[in-house]
């Protein structure tokens, strides 16, 4: 499990994250954290790493934690947002982003251990695999860390956060994706939830990729965005 911490106060997010490691600790879970001083600096690194949780504070200098989160949510529809805030008056701004709970300061221990199992189990019941046989072993990939699919003659080349290459057609995959996935063309099949940005020449992935958009294919793809949405 990714985790991002939040907080300007120091103090604060060294609290938290003394409780995160004391969770995983307690589970076996390998939890990998990183922790910023502002909302700014969670956002940048959030273009370049996907995290599975954020644990956000509300009032901070700067952009304040829900519109963080807005702003996180609009490009990732499964992490997992937990909001740690001395105020309650937020409380009703969460549903905007779907946040899974709200922890008050000063934060009780036993309540953090049950948000987080919570978590943990949200993402293992939505967590769906593609299982791909490459070189004698068995891969599974994540289909929310799947960016998109490409076939090169007889091959299809899945690109997540490594790269895998079989001998199959396009066709067979399509059958084992989900409602996230659209069909651009012949060639690729896209992860709609990955997508930035989309003009009539190419689209933009939140990974900064880009792909060729088929000629009209454009109001097609938007289409399946908003109906997605």
């Excluded at 907080?7 to 939890?31: K, T, Y």
């Excluded at 910023?36 to 690194?45: I, M, N």
């Excluded at 293992?124 to 695999?129: F, K, N, T």
């Excluded at 490459?134 to 076939?151: A, D, H, S, T």
Aim: hydrophobic residues 40%; aromatic residues 8%; proline residues 3%.
């Amino acid at each position: 499990m990714r985790l991002a911490i939040c907080d300007d106060r120091p103090e604060d997010s060294g609290i938290v994250v003394g409780l995160v490691e004391d969770w995983a600790s307690a589970r076996g879970i390998s939890a990998q954290y990183e922790v910023f001083p502002s909302a700014e600096a969670l956002l940048f690194r959030a273009e370049e790493v996907r995290f599975d949780m954020l644990l956000l504070d509300i009032e901070m200098g700067g952009m304040d934690g829900v519109t963080l989160a807005k702003r996180v949510r609009s490009g990732d529809r499964t992490v997992q947002i937990v909001f740690i805030t001395g105020y309650t008056d937020y409380i009703a701004e969460g549903y905007d982003v779907a946040a899974l709970h709200y922890l008050v300061k000063p934060v009780s221990r036993e309540k953090f251990f049950t948000v987080l199992d919570r978590a943990a189990e949200k993402m293992r019941q939505s967590a769906r695999v593609l299982d791909l046989e490459i070189g004698g072993e068995m891969v599974r990939v994540p289909l929310y860390e799947l960016k998109y699919l490409e076939v090169i003659k007889n091959y299809v080349t899945l690109h997540a956060s490594s790269d895998y290459t079989v001998k199959s057609a396009l066709k067979d995959f399509e059958k084992r994706l989900d409602e996230r996935f659209f069909r651009i063309g012949r060639g690729v099949i896209i992860n709609l939830e990955q997508i930035r940005r989309v003009t009539k020449q190419e689209v933009t992935l939140i990974s900064g990729e880009k792909i060729p958009l088929p000629r009209g294919m454009y109001e097609p793809l938007n289409r399946a965005i908003i109906a997605h949405d």
